[in-house]
């Protein structure tokens, strides 16, 4: 056995938090991306790394399956690889693990090298699992590796893949924590040494729906300090709910073989591997269809309205207020896109005179808003569409109207942002008869509260003293009258798109995060994404600015993820979203805006990053599709799944 790495401790810049009243609202949506590491190894050593209960977990899991040597067995969630490396002990030679940490992968493989044993240890994620050839006769989930995401969708989804890889007939084991235990017993504080020089602090809390358990982690070295600060949860289910759970995901003949009671060579906080459900269940004996296994399943509603902007009619953000030929043209590329997708049958409108009327003489059986410009293209009555189609009946895709109204106002974004511990950008808000205000440091942007397309930032909207903020907001409040501005701190740093597909309660698709590439803009130029580089094809903005797959370590990639989810919750965003970041000069991750019905073009960020995930345009159109026609039908997994 190779022991781990000592755990480095936090960086300079990292820090506690202290006391907090809330555990939940501290916990990144994506925890389990860093936490499985050498700390886990040593925190949690005495129950994971403990011989007699890998041991036990192994007689039970042959004993319960039936398994044979010769069975291909697939160990998902393997951390270190103990239940595998103890099946190869035992003469398994067709043994697959598979885990999202890195650190446990590659210790698992050094484990498996000195003990010359062979497992195929695989990093991978539960939710998608590697094509193969050939089915598994068994899938293993063991040492209470179930339960990690933040809804419980994602859990289905990890059981669907799971069913998709067995053969039919084939068994699935797992343990998790007995969820109603824990609700009951669970210690709320603990603390612990873990050996002469490793103490831990943990503190415990039910989530506010009462579905998952929070829990701290706060692990100190006595001469180096506090190593981690770090956040934890596990969605707890009953056995009635977990048997459910594995019939709405297709599986049959749940089976319960009792608990599981760890030991503790420690006799110390056993936290959620305590007490434990130990079931099996059988894939169908017919193996399920390519279309069953995937998350893009055949469209339900099939009678399709594409709501557009209307080109007959000005248009006061896009170029000399009026359609441009590149907008037709991705009109074309959109139309012969939704061609491709098989199942549908759309229609088009994109007169806005005749828009209600038309509804209503053929209401469509649900509606793809497409119509970014707004009611008579404006901006300012975007939310008009989606009200529309309440009113008349009509399910539709994206946000809603309160959605959309609120997120149209940057300053209210930021605010709600603020409360949520999300960093934003220090701001000044100026109301149209305000005088104007004395930042406490320039340089500084200057833009309108409420706007689309960039309408107001260009180059001269930089303000780098007090002369040049006066002149700035003059300008902006003749072109833009009546409008309220902010003054902004400027960000330096790089810039970041998100892009999520899906809700909250069916879960989210993310999109490769893009970087703004600024490197071939002219340095006389202020790196921002100004109007220009929406709008004027002959710009450098336009011409010179790029976008590329951003380059981030696990924990801005996380901090993105984790700030990105909270907002589209908190914000009511449906189906799809763009959140848009960019860091300071010491690089702090802070908000720039919230898009909820992001552009569609061919060209535009979302088709971007979509390529780079390897979705063709049409492709990343029919899961927009597919996420919102999943919203309005809501899911087929019964409602008593989701609580407590």
């Given at each position: 056995?190779v022991?781990?790495?000592s755990?480095?401790?936090l960086?300079k810049?990292?820090?506690t938090?202290?006391?907090?009243?809330d555990?939940?609202r501290?916990?990144p949506a994506?925890?389990?991306?860093t936490?499985?590491?050498?700390t886990?190894?040593?925190t949690d050593?005495?129950?994971?790394e403990?011989?007699?209960?890998?041991?036990?977990?192994?007689?039970l899991l042959?004993?319960a399956t039936?398994?044979?040597?010769?069975a291909r067995?697939?160990d998902?969630c393997?951390g270190?690889?103990r239940?595998?490396?103890?099946?190869a002990?035992?003469?398994?030679s067709?043994?697959?693990?598979?885990d999202?940490s890195h650190y446990?992968?590659?210790?698992?493989?050094?484990?498996?090298?000195?003990a010359?044993?062979t497992?195929?240890?695989?990093?991978?994620d539960?939710?998608?699992?590697?094509a193969?050839?050939?089915?598994?006769?068994g899938?293993?989930?063991l040492g209470?590796?179930?339960?990690y995401?933040?809804?419980?969708?994602e859990?289905l989804?990890v059981?669907?893949a799971?069913r998709a890889?067995?053969?039919?007939g084939?068994?699935?084991?797992?343990?998790?924590?007995?969820g109603?235990?824990?609700?009951?017993?669970?210690?709320?504080?603990s603390w612990?040494?873990i050996?002469?020089?490793h103490f831990?602090?943990r503190?415990r809390?039910?989530?506010?729906?009462?579905?998952?358990?929070v829990?701290?982690e706060?692990?100190?070295?006595?001469?180096r300090?506090?190593?981690?600060?770090?956040?934890?949860a596990?969605?707890?289910?009953?056995?009635?709910?977990?048997?459910?759970?594995?019939l709405?995901?297709?599986?049959?003949?749940p089976?319960d073989?009792g608990?599981?009671?760890?030991?503790?060579d420690r006799n110390q906080?056993l936290?959620m591997?305590?007490?434990r459900?130990?079931v099996?269940a059988h894939?169908?004996?017919?193996?399920?269809t390519r279309?069953a296994?995937t998350l893009?399943r055949r469209?339900?509603i099939s009678?399709?309205?594409?709501i557009?902007?209307?080109p007959?009619?000005a248009?006061?953000?896009?170029?000399d207020g009026?359609?441009q030929p590149e907008?037709l043209t991705?009109?074309?590329?959109l139309?012969?896109?939704?061609a491709e997708?098989?199942?549908?049958?759309?229609?088009f409108?994109?007169?806005?005179?005749?828009?209600?009327?038309?509804?209503?003489a053929?209401?469509p059986?649900?509606?793809?808003?497409l119509?970014d410009?707004?009611f008579?293209n404006?901006?300012?009555?975007e939310?008009h569409?989606?009200?529309?189609l309440?009113?008349l009946?009509v399910?539709c895709s994206?946000?809603?109207?309160?959605?959309?109204?609120?997120?149209f106002n940057k300053a209210?974004v930021n605010?709600a942002?603020?409360t949520m511990?999300i960093?934003?950008?220090?701001?000044?808000?100026?109301?149209?008869?305000?005088s104007a205000?004395r930042?406490t440091s320039?340089p500084v942007?200057v833009?309108p509260?409420?706007?689309?397309?960039?309408v107001g930032?260009?180059?001269?909207?930089?303000?780098?003293n007090?002369a040049?903020l006066?002149?700035?907001?003059a300008?902006?409040r003749t072109?833009?009258?009546?409008r309220?501005?902010?003054v902004?701190?400027?960000?330096?740093?790089p810039e970041y798109t998100?892009g999520?597909i899906?809700?909250p309660a069916?879960?989210?698709q993310r999109?490769?995060?893009?970087e703004a590439d600024?490197?071939?803009?002219?340095?006389t130029?202020?790196?921002?994404?100004?109007y220009?580089s929406?709008?004027?094809?002959?710009s450098p903005?336009?011409?010179?600015i790029?976008y590329?797959?951003?380059?981030?370590?696990?924990?801005r990639?996380g901090?993105?993820?984790?700030?990105s989810?909270?907002?589209f919750?908190?914000?009511?965003?449906r189906?799809?979203?763009r959140?848009d970041?960019?860091?300071?000069?010491?690089g702090t991750?802070?908000?720039l805006?919230?898009n909820?019905n992001p552009?569609w073009?061919w060209d535009?960020?979302?088709?971007?990053?979509?390529?780079?995930?390897g979705?063709?345009y049409a492709?990343l159109?029919?899961?927009?599709i597919?996420?919102a026609q999943a919203?309005?039908?809501?899911?087929?997994?019964?409602?008593?799944?989701?609580?407590p």
């Amino acid at each position: 056995m190779v022991a781990p790495s000592s755990p480095r401790p936090l960086s300079k810049k990292s820090r506690t938090l202290g006391p907090v009243a809330d555990l939940e609202r501290h916990l990144p949506a994506e925890w389990w991306r860093t936490l499985f590491n050498a700390t886990y190894v040593k925190t949690d050593g005495d129950v994971v790394e403990n011989a007699a209960n890998t041991t036990a977990d192994v007689d039970l899991l042959l004993a319960a399956t039936g398994l044979k040597p010769s069975a291909r067995v697939l160990d998902l969630c393997c951390g270190q690889g103990r239940h595998s490396l103890e099946l190869a002990s035992r003469g398994f030679s067709h043994l697959t693990g598979l885990d999202r940490s890195h650190y446990l992968i590659q210790l698992a493989r050094r484990r498996a090298r000195a003990a010359r044993l062979t497992v195929n240890f695989l990093e991978g994620d539960a939710r998608s699992l590697p094509a193969t050839d050939t089915p598994f006769d068994g899938v293993a989930i063991l040492g209470n590796s179930f339960g990690y995401f933040d809804c419980q969708a994602e859990d289905l989804a990890v059981l669907a893949a799971v069913r998709a890889a067995l053969r039919p007939g084939g068994i699935l084991a797992m343990d998790i924590s007995d969820g109603d235990w824990v609700r009951k017993n669970f210690e709320p504080r603990s603390w612990e040494w873990i050996d002469r020089h490793h103490f831990v602090c943990r503190e415990r809390m039910l989530s506010a729906d009462g579905t998952r358990l929070v829990c701290r982690e706060v692990v100190t070295h006595t001469e180096r300090g506090v190593l981690v600060d770090q956040f934890y949860a596990e969605r707890l289910y009953a056995r009635e709910q977990l048997h459910t759970l594995l019939l709405a995901s297709g599986f049959v003949r749940p089976c319960d073989h009792g608990s599981i009671l760890s030991g503790s060579d420690r006799n110390q906080d056993l936290g959620m591997m305590s007490h434990r459900i130990f079931v099996t269940a059988h894939a169908p004996g017919q193996r399920p269809t390519r279309s069953a296994r995937t998350l893009a399943r055949r469209p339900e509603i099939s009678d399709v309205a594409v709501i557009l902007g209307d080109p007959r009619l000005a248009d006061a953000v896009k170029l000399d207020g009026k359609f441009q030929p590149e907008d037709l043209t991705a009109v074309q590329h959109l139309k012969t896109a939704l061609a491709e997708l098989p199942g549908y049958r759309f229609r088009f409108l994109d007169n806005h005179a005749t828009l209600a009327a038309d509804l209503r003489a053929h209401p469509p059986a649900f509606a793809l808003n497409l119509c970014d410009e707004g009611f008579v293209n404006d901006p300012l009555r975007e939310l008009h569409i989606p009200a529309l189609l309440e009113i008349l009946g009509v399910p539709c895709s994206g946000s809603g109207p309160a959605s959309l109204a609120i997120c149209f106002n940057k300053a209210i974004v930021n605010a709600a942002a603020a409360t949520m511990g999300i960093p934003v950008p220090v701001e000044l808000y100026v109301g149209p008869g305000d005088s104007a205000p004395r930042p406490t440091s320039y340089p500084v942007i200057v833009k309108p509260a409420c706007g689309d397309g960039s309408v107001g930032i260009t180059a001269a909207s930089i303000a780098q003293n007090r002369a040049e903020l006066i002149t700035t907001l003059a300008r902006l409040r003749t072109e833009l009258p009546g409008r309220a501005l902010l003054v902004q701190e400027l960000l330096t740093g790089p810039e970041y798109t998100v892009g999520l597909i899906g809700n909250p309660a069916q879960g989210f698709q993310r999109l490769p995060v893009i970087e703004a590439d600024y490197s071939r803009l002219p340095a006389t130029l202020p790196h921002i994404l100004a109007y220009e580089s929406k709008f004027q094809l002959d710009s450098p903005y336009w011409t010179d600015i790029r976008y590329v797959a951003a380059q981030l370590d696990d924990r801005r990639l996380g901090l993105l993820r984790d700030y990105s989810t909270r907002l589209f919750e908190r914000l009511d965003c449906r189906d799809f979203a763009r959140i848009d970041f960019r860091a300071t000069a010491d690089g702090t991750l802070k908000l720039l805006e919230v898009n909820p019905n992001p552009s569609w073009r061919w060209d535009d960020d979302p088709a971007i990053m979509a390529g780079l995930a390897g979705w063709s345009y049409a492709e990343l159109l029919g899961r927009l599709i597919a996420a919102a026609q999943a919203r309005v039908h809501a899911s087929a997994v019964p409602a008593k799944l989701a609580g407590p």
